[in-house]
């Protein structure tokens, strides 16, 4: 069903391409809401799995996914989702995304998925807005750094959606839930499906396991599949959120131009492909036990994938600035903390901006003391909890006469 929508000058006489669901579809979906009619596939919160089973019980009032949202967004590194690259670094520009955005955005899309197809709402949410809480300043490009750094260090790797994990579990033991903390785990949007078929499983045991692996080998990141519908569902609505929206970014900041962010029948605007995913979704999953596209939408998702790389990420002009400043600030960083808390360097800001912080919060859920885990694991989740003039402005307080730096495009 087609359309007109006028917004403003640029988008006059401009004709829209809306989707709609079917009639067939909807009255489906419509008789199972007046019937009250559940989804036996959805996820109840009752079932919730916890390290602690007989704290943070399920309640009327508290129900356990409500409870896990409550804990992430209240953990100390969730207001630094503000100041963390998307894609775009080093802009002072309050109209390209930031992290904090793309994670509501997510949670937007999913939710608007699960409630039509009749799924755990507060567990969509939970997983989406802890899905990016490990993630590192400078987005990708300091996240492969830092595993680079610590790969050279300890034989591990670094990766975001496993770090995010371990704040919420391990650095701040906040007992969130294993369906909660697999979804993020299984979050990977850089890896789309046609379909997504929930591996169910119900006990920590597994899901350390399925952490430990994605330390020692890249492939058990990319074998990585969510244990519930949900999971599922934020999976794929962390590759909408960011197709179009870095289209639009870059198209701000004039690395690519063009009317039509897309060229294909799903839609030529991020506002029609978010639509129209929806709509093909929704169709080609309710009432299964599992998430699928038609074979049209999946092709069109990784055609825009695809481009998104060739015409953005690895032509971003910011690249020779990494290679050449910010890349070496991360190594002399990481050397310098990691050389400090070998010599217990008390007055050290990994000791009274990070070691100490940590615990002053994790006293109220464990009497272990944070210092005792592992020195290259102390620098990582330091680093990687860092905003992006963070850690500039600490590289300046640590090196004042260093030879790297980085200048910031302004707005004029």
Do not use: W
């Not at 600035?321 to 990691?338: A, G, N, S, T, W």
Request: glycine share 6%; with cysteine; charged share 30%.
């Amino acid at each position: 069903m087609k359309a007109s929508l006028f917004i403003g000058k640029d988008m006059a006489d401009k004709t829209f391409n809306y989707h709609q669901l079917g009639p067939e579809i909807l009255e489906k979906i419509q008789s199972d809401i007046d019937a009250h009619k559940e989804n036996p596939y959805a996820f109840k919160d009752s079932d919730a799995v916890r390290r602690n089973p007989e704290k943070d019980k399920n309640t009327f009032l508290r129900p356990a996914f409500s409870r896990d949202v409550d804990k992430i967004m209240n953990v100390p590194y969730f207001t630094r989702y503000s100041d963390k690259t998307q894609v775009f670094s080093l802009n002072k520009n309050d109209d390209i995304s930031r992290r904090s955005y793309h994670v509501q955005l997510v949670s937007k899309i999913a939710r608007n998925i699960g409630r039509m197809l009749n799924l755990n709402l507060n567990l969509i949410e939970a997983i989406a807005l802890g899905h990016d809480i490990g993630h590192t300043p400078f987005g990708h490009a300091g996240e492969r750094k830092l595993s680079e750094l610590y790969k050279a260090r300890t034989g591990k790797l670094f990766n975001h959606n496993i770090q995010s994990a371990r704040v919420l579990d391990g650095i701040f033991p906040l007992n969130i839930s294993l369906q909660t903390l697999d979804g993020i785990i299984c979050h990977n949007g850089e890896l789309e499906l046609k379909e997504y078929r929930p591996c169910a499983y119900s006990d920590f045991e597994a899901f350390d396991k399925k952490m430990g692996a994605c330390y020692e080998d890249k492939k058990a990141i990319d074998s990585l599949i969510p244990c519930t519908l949900e999971g599922c569902v934020v999976r794929i609505s962390d590759i909408l959120a960011y197709i179009g929206k870095d289209r639009q970014d870059a198209q701000r900041l004039g690395i690519i131009s063009g009317d039509d962010m897309f060229s294909n029948t799903v839609g030529k605007t991020n506002a029609e492909i978010l639509n129209n995913m929806t709509v093909n979704l929704v169709e080609n999953s309710y009432g299964k036990d599992y998430l699928s596209m038609s074979e049209e939408f999946f092709a069109a998702i990784s055609l825009a994938k695809k481009e998104n790389y060739k015409q953005i990420y690895l032509l971003d002009s910011n690249n020779k600035i990494f290679d050449e400043q910010i890349f070496p600030m991360f190594e002399e960083v990481y050397e310098k903390l990691r050389r400090d808390l070998v010599d217990g360097k008390k007055d050290s800001v990994i000791f009274t901006h990070h070691i100490d912080y940590v615990n002053s919060y994790r006293g109220h859920y464990v009497e272990t003391k944070y210092e005792e885990s592992d020195i290259d694991d102390i620098v990582v989740d330091y680093i990687a909890s860092m905003t992006d003039d963070y850690f500039v402005d600490l590289y300046r307080y640590l090196f004042p006469n260093g030879k790297y730096d980085v200048v910031y495009a302004d707005y004029f």
